[in-house]
């Protein structure tokens, strides 16, 4: 082919692609992916996660003033960026990372001054500190100094055990923190121990013997301190054996102002009961239709009674799932990639793990809480009827698909360094789905509505119950209790559900971000898609499209509002209407 007609070719090739390389959608598509923070972010989780790996002991003094340059320093980089000149996005963005670095030195704060308090029962941190700063670089330490060292420390530990044994109770924070220290310093030394132990003579000579003493009498100064911890300040344990951290009003708003949600805990506790009468209304048509008339505990009881027999849950709710997926399909809701729907997979939650998660839990991997062979009679019969397939029925598509798989799916493949993980979006999406399926018509029988009926009244109950614990009013046995009497719950599940609550690891505000944040999306839809600027899929494709983050800040962005650079929670969701 002659030269000059092979350039053209190419040329018109060329000319060919400009609409989609360089038409008027490229800056709009671009940021369906990035912001202007992108790459601070990006550098910062990593940089963390580096640090983080190597000063991996809790709560040292160099740990704490590492992290405390990292987050001054990146507070620094931030305040170079060009706020002014930002979309709503990379605005939102740059406010959630800057939050998040000043919460990050507020904790440093805290943990200063809590260590601060618990100096005297730490007294030889500092020379177990040293001794692990001195291995990551693979220092000769000297064997006998430090046997010595130990030996002089487990002498110390020895009399700090004998004091602690005659206090009746420990304040919760101040004790968890303690607890935190004492499993620290073990890792520091075993660190120091496994590096050296059979590679240095001298070392393996000397250390071995005093090292496994203080590793056993900082574990049994660690045991001690939960006992007084379940002893509480007054050395009365709650009658449940449940050990929390209730931590009060002022701390409830702090935390409620940090993930955006502009109501006190007494609003909250008002938007509660005023879902719960709703629930209460619907409850009894549900029951009165079933033959009970206001009886719902009968009711309830026949629902509860529909269990499938042991070895049968995990086909019952594939059922569910097929018919929770057609009904998504049918309806044009949401966008689900085939890969999506191909790759969730289930497994058998183990018994121990029940006694926290009563009831099926999902994701990539849907978990399923079912009696096992070993059970009590009593606790079989409990967990058949608590995962019921009305029961079941109402949140399978809360765990799955459109909920948390597709959730967790989605997160992987948009905005993936938007990681500002809160219950009120992870909860509240998976949540807003019950909410809109109700709507939509998704309960068949009144059968089915009682067990959806269920769910979002435990779902009120969740915020009551956690906010009166928190404020001081509840303890643990009467959290169990108002479970019980007031939503139906099976008795060891309302155990698991309180254990889980105030012994599981999750923040002070997990359980009432189910519904709060569930209510959040439903204001939010009514604002996009009632009033028709976009259609289910679209208003579900936009919000899967953004990541993890404060919902209030998601309606920003949808919605393109312009936000000051000291924008404060504002978005009143919900009319609360006060008694």
């Not at 002659?2 to 040329?11: D, G, N």
């Not at 060292?149 to 206090?167: S, Y």
């Not at 059979?198 to 203080?214: I, K, L, R």
Request: aromatic share 12%; glycine share 6%; net charge neutral.
């Amino acid at each position: 082919m002659h030269p000059l007609r092979s350039f053209l070719r190419y040329l018109l090739g060329s000319l060919c692609l400009l609409p989609l390389s360089l038409g008027a959608q490229v800056p709009t598509d671009l940021y369906l992916q990035t912001s202007d923070v992108n790459d601070l972010l990006t550098h910062y989780k990593a940089d963390r996660g580096n640090l983080r790996r190597f000063y991996f002991v809790d709560n040292s003094p160099e740990a704490r003033e590492r992290f405390r340059v990292l987050h001054n320093d990146y507070l620094a980089r931030l305040g170079t960026l060009d706020y002014n000149r930002m979309n709503v996005g990379s605005r939102v963005d740059y406010l959630l990372l800057k939050r998040d670095l000043q919460d990050a030195l507020r904790q440093l704060t805290v943990e200063e001054q809590e260590m601060a308090k618990l100096q005297p029962w730490f007294p030889f941190a500092d020379k177990i500190y040293e001794i692990e700063k001195q291995r990551r670089r693979g220092t000769t330490l000297n064997a006998p100094e430090v046997a010595q060292t130990l030996n002089d420390i487990n002498q110390q530990l020895i009399q700090l055990r004998e004091k602690l044994a005659q206090e009746k109770g420990l304040e919760a924070n101040l004790g968890f923190r303690a607890v935190g220290t004492t499993e620290g310093l073990r890792k520091a030394l075993k660190s120091v121990y496994e590096f050296y132990n059979e590679y240095d003579p001298a070392f393996s000579w000397w250390v071995p013997t005093p090292y496994h003493h203080t590793d056993s009498l900082l574990a049994s100064l660690g045991t001690l301190l939960n006992k007084k911890i379940e002893a509480g300040p007054s050395g009365q344990k709650d009658p449940s054996g449940i050990v929390g951290r209730p931590v009060g009003r002022e701390e409830l708003i702090r935390q409620l102002q940090y993930e955006m949600i502009p109501y006190t805990p007494e609003e909250l506790i008002d938007l509660a009961n005023q879902e719960f009468a709703w629930c209460d209304r619907e409850l009894l048509k549900a029951s009165r239709e079933m033959g009970f008339g206001d009886n719902w505990r009968q009711a309830m009881e026949k629902v509860k009674n529909t269990y499938v027999p042991a070895g049968k849950q995990p086909e019952m709710i594939m059922g569910l799932y097929n018919e929770s997926m057609e009904f998504l399909k049918k309806h044009d809701l949401i966008t689900i990639p085939p890969i999506a729907e191909e790759t969730w997979r289930m497994i058998m939650m183990t018994p121990k793990r029940q006694l926290v998660n009563p009831f099926f839990t999902g994701g990539e991997v849907l978990s399923i809480s079912y009696p096992t062979q070993g059970m009590a009679h009593d606790d079989k019969l409990m967990s058949m009827r608590g995962n019921n397939p009305h029961f079941s029925r109402a949140t399978v598509h809360h765990e799955l698909i459109a909920g948390h798989h597709l959730q967790f799916f989605m997160n992987n493949r948009y905005k993936t360094y938007r990681d500002f993980r809160t219950p009120f979006w992870t909860e509240g999406w998976a949540l807003y789905w019950e909410l809109l399926l109700w709507d939509l018509g998704f309960p068949q029988s009144p059968e089915d509505r009682i067990g959806m009926l269920f769910w979002r009244s435990h779902r009120c109950a969740r915020i009551l119950f956690s906010l009166n614990y928190h404020l001081g009013r509840w303890t643990p046995q009467q959290c169990i209790d108002f479970l019980v009497d007031r939503v139906g719950h099976e008795r060891a599940n309302a155990e698991g559900e309180v254990r889980r609550s105030f012994a599981g690891g999750y923040g002070q505000l997990y359980q009432l971000a189910y519904l709060t944040g569930g209510l959040q999306l439903y204001a939010l839809k009514k604002e996009l898609v009632d009033s028709g600027k976009m259609t289910y899929k679209q208003f579900h494709d936009a919000v899967m499209h953004e990541n993890a983050l404060p919902i209030e800040y998601l309606r920003a962005i949808l919605t393109n509002q312009v936000l000051p650079p000291h924008y404060q929670t504002s978005w009143r969701f919900y009319e609360v209407k006060r008694k």
